[in-house]
Nanobody, 125 residues
Framework: VQLQASGGGLVQAGDSLRLSCAVS????????VGWFRQAPGKEREFVAG????????KYADAVKGRFTISGDNAKNTVYLQMNSLKSEDTAVYYC???????????????????WGQGTEVTVSS
C-alpha cells in the first residue's frame, strides 16, 4: 500500500484547506485510513480516521466540528477538509492506512501499517 498526501500550504487563521491522500495498492473498501499531524517540537497526534468503507468515523476533540474526513471510492482518495483553521493547526499532516483497524484503534498510531509522506500546513494568525 502506498499513500501520497498533498494539499498543504500557507493560509491565514479562519481560512479553509483540503488535504488529499491518494491510496494505491488497496481499495478504500478494504482498509481504514487516518490523518495524523505533528507540530514542531511535539509528538505526532491523531486527527481523524475511519474504518474501511468510511465506517466508524472518529475525530480528535481539537478538530471536531471544524475538520471533515471523507473518502472517494472511485478515486481511491481520502480527503481532510479543514475549516476555521487556527494557528495551533500548524503541523505536518500525514495520512496512514491499515487493513486491521477496529473502532477502538482508529485513533491509535501503532494500529496503522502504512504511512505517506507528510504535507505541511502553516496557519498564520
Amino acid at each position: 500500500v502506498q499513500l501520497q498526501a498533498s494539499g498543504g500550504g500557507l493560509v491565514q487563521a479562519g481560512d479553509s484547506l483540503r488535504l488529499s491522500c491518494a491510496v494505491s495498492g488497496r481499495t478504500l473498501r478494504t482498509i481504514g485510513v487516518g490523518w495524523f499531524r505533528q507540530a514542531p517540537g511535539k509528538e505526532r497526534e491523531f486527527v481523524a480516521g475511519f474504518k474501511r468503507s468510511g465506517d466508524s468515523i472518529k475525530y480528535a476533540d481539537a478538530v471536531k466540528g471544524r475538520f471533515t474526513i471523507s473518502g472517494d471510492n472511485a478515486k481511491n482518495t481520502v480527503y481532510l477538509q479543514m475549516n476555521s483553521l487556527k494557528s495551533e493547526d500548524t503541523a505536518v499532516y500525514y495520512c496512514a492506512a491499515s487493513g486491521t483497524l477496529i473502532t477502538s484503534t482508529i485513533h491509535t498510531m501503532g494500529a496503522y501499517h502504512y504511512w505517506g509522506q507528510g504535507t505541511e500546513v502553516t496557519v498564520s494568525s
